[in-house]
């Protein structure tokens, strides 16, 4: 990293989250534009809880979220990722880092790394059993990131289905 700043990475504050949300709809409509049948309008949930994880009844643009860590340099956000509950570790005590991004104009220079190196430190000093991620299919950047680092692969999902937005089934009225 050859910048004329020293990374910090911490707990991203609430004036932050406007460039967060718009990083992870790029991420995001990115990824739909691979997959659209797997990203069927998912983010509003998403961009939700984003907001969601900075303290209620405040308006403080120095709050702190509880699952978004962001990078900055010279005080300048450069890059994030969030950590949410791993869906497939029934019973441990582990997350996942669900989005992970890099500002285009600092990317090649090691902050998704460092990011990477973050999030695994914290993993071991709050002694999770695990940290995992999904990289999806076309991601090369992701997939260079997590091949490049401590992560390694576990296993591969395979598809089958229609190739159409996935459907929220209909509610059955009591009756």
Request: charged share 25%; hydrophobic share 40%; proline share 5%.
């Amino acid at each position: 990293m050859e910048q004329s700043h020293k990374l910090e990475i911490s707990p991203a504050r609430r004036k932050e989250l406007a460039a967060i949300l718009k990083w992870h709809r790029v991420t995001y409509d990115d990824h739909a534009a691979r997959l659209p049948w797997i990203f069927a309008d998912e983010a509003q949930s998403f961009e939700t809880r984003l907001r969601q994880s900075f303290p209620p009844g405040s308006s403080n643009p120095e709050d702190q979220s509880n699952i978004i860590q962001a990078a900055r340099l010279g005080g300048k956000i450069v890059g994030y990722y969030v950590l949410g509950k791993d869906p497939s570790a029934k019973g441990t005590i582990g997350n996942h880092v669900e989005d992970i991004h890099v500002d285009a104009d600092f990317r090649r220079q090691g902050i998704g790394s460092a990011l990477l190196q973050h999030a695994t430190s914290l993993a071991q000093a709050k002694d999770w059993d695990a940290l995992t991620a999904v990289v999806w299919q076309g991601n090369a950047a992701s997939a260079g990131l997590f091949g490049g680092s401590t992560f390694e692969m576990v296993c591969q999902t395979w598809y089958f289905g229609p190739r159409r937005p996935y459907r929220k089934p209909a509610i059955k009225k009591a009756g």
